[in-house]
């Protein structure tokens, strides 16, 4: 995909950032106390197919100096540009602009693609002004 480039952590300039996951797991008991203490086996099965992100929105961490922040921080310029256009294209699409009004399911889609665009922006920026 053209445009595509590799985060970078804005405090140590490494390259190894990572997205703070949740993996669900089930830990085996040995045994249980009268009191309801459990003694772990010490084993636990890890469910990969049920990772996801710890936080939402995402948040990111630097492998090598352990900064975390969202997205935005580690992205470089040429995401936030990207989705600045696509941002703008979708506006440039509304009939608002010149008062045309389309069909309903036009102006349906412009909504649909405006919800996805401000959703996206949202996931890669999290609490970010971007105005
Ligand atoms: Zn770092």
Redesign the pocket.
């Known amino acids: 995909m053209s445009g595509m480039t590799e985060p970078r952590?804005?405090?140590?300039?490494?390259r190894r950032i990572a997205e703070i996951d949740r993996i669900p797991g089930c830990a085996r008991v040995a045994s249980v106390a009268e009191d309801g203490t459990i003694d772990w086996d010490g084993e636990t099965l890890i469910d990969w197919n049920g990772q996801e992100p710890a936080h939402e929105p995402p948040l990111f961490t630097?492998?090598?100096?352990?900064?975390e922040a969202g997205l935005a921080d580690f992205a470089p310029p040429v995401l936030f540009v990207a989705a600045l256009k696509r941002v703008d294209a979708v506006l440039e699409r509304l009939p608002l602009g010149d008062f045309e009004i389309g069909t309903a399911e036009q102006i349906r889609g412009h909504l649909t693609a405006a919800k996805e665009s401000i959703a996206l922006a949202r996931r890669i920026f999290g609490g970010a002004d971007i105005a």
């Open positions: 952590c804005p405090q140590c300039a490494g630097c492998l090598d100096c352990h900064h």
